[in-house]
Structures are given as C-alpha cells and as structure tokens.
C-alpha cells in the first residue's frame, strides 16, 4: 500500500497556484513599467493593498495552523503579528536618522518625551538584520514561554483563548504607554527608508511586494509539508482525541509548544512585511477585535485546508476595503452577520462549497453521504 | 514463553503489575481503597464489579491519568507509574482501551494504525518519519488482525461502533504492549461482534498479559475459562478466584449478580 499523500498538492491545485503567484508577481510590473494613467498601469495604492492583504494571508495561514489543524483556539495572534511588526518598525524608526522633525538621532517620539538617550532596548536596532533576527525571536520566544506554562497546566479549550486574549490585551495597554518606550498610541511611523531606498518609491514597493509574495507562497509549502507529514497526522490527533495520544504515547505538550511557536513566528513575520507596505504600527493594531478578524478570515476561507485561510483573508478583507468606502458604519455589523452565517450554514467555510476531494474512494464518499442524510 | 519488553520491565518475580494498598479520594469520596491486585505475565484478568466499583479510576491509576492518594502501583520491578506521565506508561508498554471508543476518526483506519506504530514519537522524529517496508507489513498484519484490511482507507470516523472498538484494540496491538487494559471491549456490540472481539481475545491470550473490565457476564464467562476473575466493591477487591467460584460466593451475589 502507498500512502496517498504523496505530493505537497494535487495537480489542479498547483495549476492554480502557479497562475495565481504569476498573476501576483505581475502586479508590481505593471506598476513599474506603465506610467500612471496607462490602462495597464496598477496605482501604488493597489499595489499596497494587495501586499497588506498577502500579509494579513500569512497571519490567516498561522492561525489556522494552530486552529483548524491543532484545535487550538487563540484569540492573541495579533499581539504576535504586532510584536513582529513593532520589531521592525523600530529598525524603520532608526533609518529615518536625522531627517526626522526634530532633526535628531532619537527618534521623533523620544525627543518629544525628552530622552537624552536611546533606552537600552533599542541597541543595535540600526541594524536591518539584528532587527530581522528580533522578528522571529520576540513573538516566538514569548509564545514559547507562555505556551509552555499554559499547555503544562493542559489549559484548553476556551480557558486557553480566553487566555490568549487577556495576554494581548495586556500587551496593548503596556504598549500605550509612553513609558514602554515603543511610541504610545500613536506607535511608529513616518518611515523614509529601508535599507537606504526610499520606502515610497515605486521600485522600493515592487521589491517589498514580492518579497511579502514570495513568503507567503514559502510559507504556504512549509505549513503544507508539515500538515502532510505524520506531525501533521499528531496535531491533528491532538484537536480530535488528545486522551487517545497520550495513550500510544505521545506528548501533547511538545506537539502543541512546536505548532504554537511557529505559528507564532509566522505571524510576526507577517507583521513586520505588514509595517513598511502599510507605514504605520500602533498599539490598536494587539487589540481584540484584530485577533477575532483574524478568526473570522480563517472561518470564511475554511479552517483545517491552509488555502482557505488565504482565501478567507483576501475575501474578508476586500469586502471590509468596499464596505468601509461605501457603508463606513455598517462594517462591523457586517462582519459579524457574516461569522454568523458562515458558521450557521457554511461550517466548513468557501472551501466546504467545492467539489469532493478525489482522495476519498466512491465508496467511502457513498458511504458519507448516506450518514449525512441521515444526520 | 518470550513477551515483549521482558528485560526492561524486569518481571523475574512473575508479575507484571502491582497495585499494594492503593487509595484514591476525591474531595472525600473514595474511589479506591486500599486495593491490592497482582497480575501475572500472560495472564488474562477480568474484573467485574457493579458501578462505582473503581473499575475505571483504577484503570486511570494504572495509566497515570490519575495519581493515587495513597500506596503503589508498579509495572514489573523497574516502573512506579505513581511517578510517570501517561505518554510514558503508554511507551513503558501499557496500552489502554477506553470504555468509549476513541480513534481519530477524520483520520484513515491505516493512518490511526501509522500513529500507533511502536517508534519514535518525539516531535523531530515524527517531523521526518517515513513508513519503513517491515512497518507497512506490521501494520496489514494488524489490519487483518483487527479484520479490517478491506477498510484501510476509510476514514475511522465512518466505521461502525463495533469496528472502531476493533480499530481501538489494534491501536494497543501495533504498540507490543507488555500489559493491555480494555475497558468494556463489548460494550455496545451486536452479538455477532461480541463473538468476533471474543474470538480476537482469544488470539491474543497468552502473548500479552490482558486486564479486561466488563459487565457482559456471559462475555466474562466464555473468555475468563479457567483463568481468575476478581471482584471489586466499593473500591476493594471483595473476591477472587475462577468463574465459578466467584460466581458461588455469597458476598458477591449480594452486591452484584443477585440483583
């Protein structure tokens, strides 16, 4: 017997993969090689918004990680995707140099606050590399503390997301604070530079866009190779009979610590691609609100396929760019109408809706469809 | 007679599990008290009892899930199981079936069986795991076993109760398990595989010691033959001995087979 797992995808789905990313990857082209008002030409502003929305996809991707493949329901995934993105706005926030309003080294946030010098926090954040380096670490070292602690204790179900949210409600208020030493309220932002190009300029944009393409489509085969793996099969075991694993031997604990980590990783990965497309990082970004979107996006797209996160999020999140335009108000009740119905009558999100998966035999999907009707 | 794990269970004084004097409360309640029960190598032990005998909780006890309040509970002469976690038993060579059947149901009958499989089971390794052609054959050899070599690729939560308890039971096989600890194997079976689950018993007599907790007494009868039968009350072993025997004791027709 061979185990039908065999390819990272199926042949339709890398057809339509490698259109899609030639598509993506065409964007900042067309935006390059067009001058503004060319019908072919795409603005700046699309070309950001689709960037945001490949790295809100990364978050999406890590969520579903933990949730759709491991049962665990965190509702804090933004605290690490603003942790990620806090790690290197401060490498942004060093690059402005003195070409800030107060003409200083410090940052504009710390001249106004009257700092004489850098808190000790910020060595080496001149640095782009050592900046990059904090942007695994700092999200990924906190999930790996906090996670240790909580699986230790077997904290699950909606103890844990509870949980997960008070971390990152915390996290907010301590970033709110001037004396954190990350901005305030209103966090960083006026960027002028990456890596000495101008953060604006067109080609600055392209290179940042297909950067934040090529991680995601890296990531996208990561989580793929993983969730095909028999670590995926445990992770999997752990959301549908956790007693059962702990039984053939197995340690959850060490199961769930990996998953949670990267995943932790990835979302703060996502954060810092997220700070220098969109300009600006807040502490509004760690708010509860944001990590139950990020829910929300996985839910739409259908949760346990890692596509769906991705499709979830460009679909949630094109709709909130109109809705907001349109109907500013009604957003909110929109998007909560909308986890309702997508709950209510599509439990397995956008990807529920497609055609059967060829790996099941007809006679096991027979067989499926008689216990559903029969259900 | 060779059983698996023989050499680092240390079973030279002919008994593989010991429970001296073990007591378990629950905020006041005692579920456990002072129980004491050996169990031979190879021996098939069945416990009978009515509810709230401590059937489970000491199944529980045996398996780490819970800790005892009081006494001891080893495996062989090497393992205090008050000390270890339950991946642990389960790696020393403790395999448990849960009363309720409990597989990975969106997984196929063959992955439950892949995961089972006695190796490795720390995150590394089982990033990188690849069956192995002796691993493969390991596990059609349990899927014939277990009789269910024609639903390999079906997903287990599609399989009737009667073969996800099968599926269960080949989950502890394809460990090698030293000691194999089924809760109520036929509880709610058809009589047809009630039979099966006997005849499956049977087979594994003899090359496992085996603990089964059953109410069905003419299960018990037919699969205990000449082997002992004890009986927990109230969270101690209230008699011992053959089928027969048991079944003639006046303590326990009055707590349990008399009503």
């Given at each position: 017997m061979t185990h039908p797992t065999q390819a990272l995808f199926s042949r339709p789905a890398r057809y339509l993969l490698v259109a899609l990313v030639v598509v993506a990857a065409l964007l900042p082209l067309l935006h390059l090689v067009f001058p503004p008002g060319h019908t072919l030409h795409i603005s700046g502003y699309t070309l950001a918004l689709v960037g945001k929305f490949m790295c809100y996809a990364l978050a999406a991707l890590a969520l579903d990680?933990?949730?759709?493949?491991?049962?665990?329901?965190?509702?804090?995934?933004?605290?690490?995707?603003?942790?990620?993105?806090?790690?290197?706005?401060?490498?942004?926030?060093?690059?402005?140099?003195?070409?800030?309003?107060?003409?200083?080294?410090?940052?504009?946030?710390?001249?106004?606050?009257?700092?004489?010098?850098?808190?000790?926090?910020?060595?080496?954040?001149?640095?782009?590399?050592?900046?990059?380096?904090?942007?695994?670490?700092?999200?990924?070292?906190?999930?790996?503390?906090?996670?240790?602690?909580?699986?230790?204790?077997?904290?699950?179900?909606?103890?844990?997301?509870?949980?997960?949210?008070?971390?990152?409600?915390?996290?907010?208020?301590?970033?709110?604070?001037?004396?954190?030493?990350?901005?305030?309220?209103?966090?960083?932002?006026?960027?002028?530079?990456?890596?000495?190009?101008?953060?604006?300029?067109?080609?600055?944009?392209?290179v940042?866009?297909?950067?934040?393409?090529?991680?995601?489509?890296?990531?996208?085969?990561?989580?793929?190779?993983?969730?095909?793996?028999?670590?995926?099969?445990?992770l999997q075991g752990v959301r549908d009979a956790e007693p059962r694993l702990m039984f053939i031997g197995y340690d959850p604990l060490w199961f769930k610590l990996f998953v949670w980590t990267l995943s932790a990783v990835l979302c703060g990965i996502a954060g810092a691609l997220y700070v220098p497309q969109v300009g600006i990082i807040n502490p509004s970004e760690m708010s509860p609100a944001n990590s139950i979107e990020m829910v929300i996006w996985v839910a739409v797209g259908g949760r346990g396929t890692l596509i769906g996160a991705i499709l979830g999020a460009f679909t949630v999140n094109g709709l909130k760019?109109?809705?907001?335009?349109?109907?500013?108000?009604?957003?909110?009740?929109?998007?909560?109408?909308?986890?309702?119905?997508?709950?209510?009558?599509?439990?397995?999100?956008?990807?529920?809706?497609?055609?059967?998966?060829?790996?099941?035999?007809?006679?096991a999907l027979r067989e499926k469809q008689a216990l559903e009707e029969a259900a | 007679m060779r059983l698996a794990h023989d050499d680092a269970l240390d079973t030279s004084h002919g008994a593989i599990l010991y429970l001296e004097d073990v007591s378990v409360s629950f905020d006041g309640f005692r579920a456990l008290?002072?129980?004491?029960?050996?169990?031979?190598?190879?021996?098939?032990?069945?416990?009978?009892?009515?509810?709230?005998?401590?059937?489970?909780?000491?199944?529980?006890?045996?398996?780490?899930?819970?800790?005892?309040?009081?006494?001891?509970?080893?495996?062989?002469?090497?393992?205090d199981l008050a000390t270890m976690s339950e991946h642990q038993i389960a790696r020393a060579g403790i395999g448990r079936k849960?009363?309720?059947?409990?597989?990975?149901?969106?997984?196929?009958?063959?992955?439950?069986?892949?995961?089972?499989?006695?190796?490795?089971?720390?995150?590394?390794?089982?990033?990188?795991?690849?069956?192995?052609?002796?691993?493969?054959?390991?596990?059609?050899?349990?899927l014939r076993q277990i009789r269910l070599d024609d639903q390999a690729w079906r997903p287990a939560g599609l399989l009737s109760h009667g073969q996800?308890?099968?599926?269960?039971?080949?989950?502890?096989?394809?460990?090698?398990?030293?000691?194999?600890?089924?809760?109520?194997?036929?509880?709610?079976?058809?009589?047809?595989?009630?039979?099966?689950?006997?005849e499956l018993l049977d087979e594994l007599r003899g090359k496992h010691s085996i603990m089964v907790v059953e109410h069905d007494m003419g299960f018990v009868a037919h699969i205990a033959r000449q082997d002992k039968v004890t009986v927990l009350h109230e969270g101690s072993v209230l008699a011992e001995g053959r089928m027969d025997e048991v079944q003639a004791d006046e303590r326990v027709i009055e707590v349990y087979l008399g009503r």
């Open positions: 990680l933990v949730w759709g493949y491991t049962g665990i329901l965190s509702l804090g995934h933004a605290l690490f995707f603003a942790l990620g993105a806090y790690a290197h706005g401060m490498y942004l926030m060093r690059a402005i140099g003195r070409d800030g309003v107060y003409g200083s080294a410090l940052p504009d946030f710390m001249v106004f606050l009257d700092w004489q010098e850098l808190p000790w926090f910020w060595a080496f954040t001149d640095s782009f590399w050592y900046c990059m380096v904090l942007v695994v670490l700092v999200p990924g070292v906190l999930a790996f503390v906090f996670g240790y602690f909580a699986f230790r204790s077997r904290i699950k179900g909606v103890y844990f997301s509870i949980i997960t949210q008070a971390l990152a409600y915390a996290c907010m208020l301590l970033f709110f604070r001037n004396d954190t030493g990350f901005g305030g309220n209103n966090g960083f932002t006026d960027f002028r530079r990456i890596l000495g190009h101008d953060i604006t300029a067109p080609g600055t944009r392209a940042m866009f297909l950067v934040t393409l090529a991680l995601l489509v890296g990531a996208l085969c990561l989580c793929r190779w993983l969730v095909a793996s028999r670590l995926g099969r445990v760019s109109w809705f907001t335009a349109a109907f500013p108000d009604l957003w909110l009740f929109a998007l909560g109408m909308l986890f309702i119905l997508v709950t209510l009558f599509m439990p397995k999100g956008m990807l529920g809706l497609r055609l059967p998966r060829r790996r099941a035999s007809p006679t | 008290n002072r129980l004491n029960l050996d169990i031979s190598v190879g021996e098939l032990r069945c416990i009978i009892g009515p509810n709230g005998a401590g059937k489970t909780t000491m199944m529980d006890v045996i398996t780490g899930k819970t800790r005892p309040t009081a006494g001891s509970a080893w495996f062989g002469q090497r393992h849960f009363q309720r059947p409990t597989v990975f149901e969106s997984h196929t009958v063959f992955e439950n069986l892949e995961l089972a499989l006695k190796t490795d089971k720390r995150v590394r390794a089982a990033l990188f795991a690849r069956l192995d052609g002796e691993q493969r054959d390991r596990i059609d050899a349990v996800k308890q099968w599926l269960e039971i080949g989950m502890l096989l394809i460990q090698e398990p030293a000691l194999i600890l089924l809760d109520e194997p036929v509880a709610g079976m058809s009589d047809f595989e009630t039979e099966r689950t006997a």
